[in-house]
């Protein structure tokens, strides 16, 4: 059935508005959405021949052009898995707070369908299968890359989960994180803002730049950073991003001339070789802060890995 709309046209009927990519998963359940957003941010996906975001609304009578390359795996499920390590710092009713070590990705993926966070979660707190918007990612409202290590907030149902969605959307969860750079800043403090998106050049990785045209979907970023400790080789930093972009932080300490210590991807080719001494990208969510539907405060805190310490 999926082979036949890969190359297809759809006129949108429907009186309502609603999501374009909330739209196509609606047409094939045992698809991830995260498949079709990508679809629609590579362009794959049109909408009365324009390129639009995943968060586009529909409306009566828009045109939708499907044109996939690549079939979806289809999306069986998440299996339970045993002796997946992550702690529980805090848990109640209605949602998890726990720290993710270095090295677990957050959600299952085409390419890592076992191993991850949300199979160790699913063993303990099955309840949460079906909470979310993506059959891969129950209770995830947010996530870290994996070689990030820190906090991460699980919710355990729907109403927290929408809850915590519109917090992140409207930008009051306030996230603080830790990394290890090269080099030290020339400012104690410091804001990074510009553009974070696809390169143009190579679409296959993520890029900064203070013109919007050069990158695909771009989006705007900002953080803020704090020089905590600092010696003539690398500097410790506390950093607050104020947007949730995908490798915020890793692009935009990249972008200063300050990557991070151990990341593979967004290095300075004259510091190549000491970077291979890290196993993995010396960044770490150490506080998130936020408020519940009763407006109660909450705040957590994640003691820095033992890698953190030199």
């Known amino acids: 059935m999926f082979t036949n709309v890969l190359k297809n046209s759809i006129i949108y009927s429907h009186k309502s508005p609603e999501r374009i990519d909330k739209f196509i998963c609606s047409l094939f359940p045992d698809v991830s959405r995260r498949f079709f ?34 079939s979806p795996q289809v999306d ?31 959600h299952p993926s085409e390419k890592e369908p076992s191993g991850t966070l949300v199979n160790g979660l699913l063993e303990k707190y099955p309840e949460i299968e079906n909470i979310g918007e993506d059959k891969l990612r129950p209770g995830i409202v947010h996530r870290l890359d994996k070689e990030t290590s820190g906090i991460l907030i699980v919710a355990k149902t729907q109403k927290s989960f929408e809850h915590f969605k519109k917090l992140f959307q409207d930008r009051k969860v ?30 296959t ?14 989006k705007e970023a900002l953080t803020f950073y704090k020089v905590t400790k600092d010696s003539s080789e690398k500097s410790l930093l506390e950093l607050q991003p104020k947007t949730g972009r995908k490798h915020q932080l ?13 990341d593979k991807k967004y290095f300075n080719k004259n ?40």
């Open 37 to 70: 957003q990508n679809a629609i941010k590579n362009g794959e996906i049109l909408v009365n021949e324009k390129t639009v975001s995943p968060s586009y609304k529909l409306k009566q009578g828009d045109q939708i052009k499907i044109n996939i390359k690549k």
């Open 76 to 106: 069986l499920g998440v299996k339970p898995e045993k002796n997946i390590p992550f702690e529980i710092i805090f848990e109640n009713s209605d949602f998890l707070v726990v720290n993710k070590p270095a090295g677990i990705s957050v």
């Open 174 to 203: 306030q996230k603080t994180y830790l990394a290890w750079v090269w080099g030290t800043p020339k400012n104690q403090t410091g804001k990074i803002s510009d553009f974070t998106g696809k390169s143009r050049k190579n679409p």
């Open 205 to 218: 990785k993520q890029a900064v730049s203070a013109n919007p045209d050069k990158l695909i979907n771009p």
């Open 250 to 262: 890793r692009l935009h300490l990249h972008s200063i001339g300050h990557p991070i210590l151990g």
């Open 271 to 310: 510091i190549k070789e000491e970077n291979k001494a890290f196993y993995r990208h010396l960044l770490h969510a150490t506080k998130i802060e936020f408020s519940d539907w009763n407006n109660q405060k909450f705040s957590f805190e994640s003691e820095k890995p033992k890698d953190f310490y030199f």
